[in-house]
T-cell receptor, first 115, second 116 residues
Framework: KAGVTQTPRYLIKTRGQQVTLSCSPISGHRSVSWYQQTPGQGLQFLFEYFSETQRNKGNFPGRFSGRQFSNSRSEMNVSTLELGDSALYLC??????????????FGPGTRLLVL | AQSVTQLGSHVSVSEGALVLLRCNYS??????LFWYVQYPNQGLQLLLK??????LVKGINGFEAEFKKSETSFHLTKPSAHMSDAAEYFCAVSAAGGGSNYKLTFGKGTLLTVNP
């Protein structure tokens, strides 16, 4: 079974631009979560989608948004980019996200650099 | 609210030595606990998880962890380090974020270096 895939793997943007990142979950997985990883803040939860609905949200400004499609693929969007948005963005999928014992499977990440 | 504290941002061991990575958690409800490993330029890979069955959990690559409720700890160990174990290790706790929805809260990570 193919793992979680994320595109693109690397991205360079300038301040003020917007960016869209894509995530394809493992086949059959319906829950997709997004995390931001930076050296200073570590891994921080952005949001989780299930059945095209945002079900859980972290403490990030409204510039960060996402969506999920009927095939469970997910995108996240960051508008009006700031230098501090430079990070590795990780996507993770799980079967349905309910029950705390479910394993989340991570993709390789998209490394975003904002200049 | 839930949180994870990993003691030691950097641990260095010799090849063949014991690996001990420390993790303490805080959770108001019974937690599920995970250890993930991240190799350079890669995503996170699950090493093992605690789901309230056995308190001693065995994972991949010879790693294991013991859940100790009285100490709110979930330390990761491996009897003999290998060069290929060099990576960053993350402890995470999963607890209900609202309703039945769970989210992972990660520690800051511990970078393990293995010296020949």
């Amino acid at each position: 079974k193919a793992g979680v895939t994320q595109t693109p793997r690397y991205l360079i943007k300038t301040r003020g631009q917007q960016v869209t990142l894509s995530c394809s979950p493992i086949s059959g997985h319906r829950s997709v979560s997004w995390y931001q990883q930076t050296p200073g803040q570590g891994l921080q939860f952005l949001f989780e989608y299930f059945s095209e609905t945002q079900r859980n949200k972290g403490n990030f400004p409204g510039r960060f948004s996402g969506r999920q499609f009927s095939n469970s693929r997910s995108e996240m969007n960051v508008s009006t980019l700031e230098l501090g948005d430079s990070a590795l963005y990780l996507c993770a999928s799980s079967l349905d996200g309910t029950g705390g014992a479910q394993t989340q499977y991570f993709g390789p990440g998209t490394r975003l650099l904002v200049l | 609210a839930q949180s994870v504290t990993q003691l030691g941002s950097h641990v260095s061991v010799s090849e063949g030595a014991l690996v001990l990575l420390r993790c303490n958690y805080s959770s108001s409800v019974p937690p599920y606990l995970f250890w993930y490993v991240q190799y350079p330029n890669q995503g996170l890979q699950l090493l093992l998880k605690y789901t309230s069955a056995a308190t001693l959990v065995k994972g991949i690559n010879g790693f294991e962890a013991e859940f100790k409720k009285s100490e709110t700890s979930f330390h990761l160990t491996k009897p003999s380090a290998h060069m290929s174990d060099a990576a960053e290790y993350f402890c995470a706790v999963s607890a209900a974020g609202g309703g039945s929805n769970y989210k992972l809260t990660f520690g800051k990570g511990t970078l393990l270096t293995v010296n020949p």
